[in-house]
């Protein structure tokens, strides 16, 4: 008994860790523009951090709902390339974003900088943005899009109150046992 609810717990831990991690794009495609009069402009860039680490120079982005948003992306880094990412999300209407720079000559007019449209969802949401180069999410590359007042994906929360709930029966179950 103690071995399976030992096997149970920790293949909820790999779900719960499988579920908020998402694969790299790999093919690169920039974000088609959904709308075509931005009311909001942001700007990110991506490089390391004052430790040397792979980084952007925000981990959080404040949006409005339902509005169209101009982002910069800029890749401070001279032979690394970067990306900003942000999944799709149909439930909420939301197209995502993939911005794309192969290093700090390959934007607009040989610059580090490229620009994408996107239109926000209608709802109160948090997304994930992140550097989908292989490796560079891991390396701490991500942070948060807030939409609205945001709030975490549904999912998320459901994943951690089962881990939870297991974890409060099988520690006790382990315990006897001891």
Do not use: W
């Not at 909820?12 to 959904?34: G, P, R, Y």
């Amino acid at each position: 008994m103690k071995q399976f609810l030992i096997r149970i717990f920790v293949m909820l831990m790999i779900f719960s860790f499988m579920t908020s991690n998402v694969i790299a794009q790999e093919d690169h495609e920039e974000t088609d523009a959904v709308c075509d009069t931005p009311t909001q402009f942001i700007e990110i860039t991506g490089d390391k951090d004052n430790k040397g680490a792979l980084a952007f120079d925000k981990d959080t982005l404040n949006v409005d709902k339902d509005t169209c948003v101009q982002i910069t992306f800029t890749n401070m880094a001279s032979v690394i390339e970067h990306d900003f990412t942000v999944d799709e999300d149909a439930d909420n209407g939301f197209h995502g974003v993939h911005v794309h720079i192969a290093n700090n000559t390959a934007g607009i007019n040989n610059t580090s900088s490229k620009t994408a449209l996107f239109k926000t969802p209608a709802v109160d949401i948090t997304y994930e943005f992140y550097c989908s180069v292989q490796g560079h999410k891991g390396a701490g590359m991500v942070g948060d899009l807030i939409v609205g007042d945001g709030s975490k994906a549904p999912g998320f929360e459901l994943t951690l109150a089962i881990t939870a709930i297991l974890a409060m029966i099988a520690i006790p179950q382990l315990r006897k046992r001891n």
